[in-house]
């Protein structure tokens, strides 16, 4: 199964952040390596195929105000990033999730934002884009946006 741009297809699998570290990157490292391999089965590129837990790191990234996000990087060919967000506790109560994952990937069908690659139980996977998250003063700052 292909999980790239298709809201309707869940990896049954979620991640509970109250693990201990170990445990939780263990299955971070899983979950996004089993999702993103069954996106290459549609390409030529299998470098998370042929990944293996030590050639796949994790670090956590700050920024989400309701989301644990985690930068997941494989290291062998082209190394390659993907955050991982997880969804907020209670955070549907004000935001449709299914929604959004609808108009995410609709969007990254027609090539507008970043590709939707997948949804995991309460998370998705995207690419990972260099940014840094805003300060709260820096966002009413016009000389960083249009």
Same mark, same amino acid.
């Given at each position: ?52 837990? +030590? ?5 956590? =990234? #700050? ?6 996000? !985690? *930068?997941?990087?494989?290291?062998? &060919? ?21 929604? +959004? ?5 609709? =969007? #990254? ?6 590709? !939707? *690659?997948?949804?995991?139980?309460? &998370? ?23």
């Amino acid at each position: 199964m292909t999980y790239a741009n298709n809201p309707h297809a869940t990896y049954p699998m979620g991640i509970d952040i109250s693990l201990p570290k170990d445990d939780l990157y263990r299955d971070i490292k899983n979950i996004v390596k089993n999702v993103m391999s069954a996106n290459e089965s549609v390409s030529k590129d299998k470098m998370w195929t042929l990944a293996t837990h +030590e050639d796949i790191s994790v670090e956590v =990234l #700050s920024g989400g105000l309701t989301n644990s996000l !985690f *930068l997941v990087s494989t290291h062998i &060919g082209a190394s390659a990033k993907v955050v991982l967000r997880t969804f907020g506790t209670g955070s549907e109560m004000f935001i449709d999730r299914d929604q +959004e994952n609808l108009v995410f990937a609709g =969007l #990254s069908q027609a090539g507008f934002g970043p590709s !939707f *690659l997948g949804l995991i139980q309460g &998370g998705r996977i995207e690419p990972y884009i260099p940014s840094a998250a805003l300060q709260f003063f820096q966002v009413k700052d016009e000389g960083l946006y249009p």
